[in-house]
């Protein structure tokens, strides 16, 4: 299922039947302004599959950094993890 998308005005006038939409009916919706994607809404079981992707991938990024490491002495491999997850936080993918 593709997600809908709405204006704002419509979402405000609209935002009990869109909760249960998303909620009951597995809908997305991409909240707009001036034709903008702003938001999104979806259900909660689908931001916790959301968030449940997100740690997976981190861990896998941490597990490849742990194995790159190797013999690295342990104060420079927390450096290095330290300005990695850093860089993730910059890019809004942490």
Do not use: C, N
């Not at 998308?5 to 939409?21: C, D, H, L, N, W």
């Amino acid at each position: 299922m593709s997600a809908l998308e709405i204006g704002v005005a419509q979402a405000k006038s609209s935002f009990s039947e869109i909760m249960g939409r998303a909620a009951y009916g597995g809908q997305q919706f991409i909240i707009q302004r001036r034709g903008k994607p702003l938001a999104v809404v979806i259900g909660m079981a689908e931001y916790e599959e959301f968030l449940a992707f997100r740690r997976a991938r981190r861990l896998m990024r941490f597990r490849r950094l742990r194995e790159a490491a190797g013999d690295m002495p342990e104060d420079e491999a927390l450096a290095l993890a330290q300005a990695v997850a850093e860089d993730v936080r910059h890019q809004g993918t942490a």
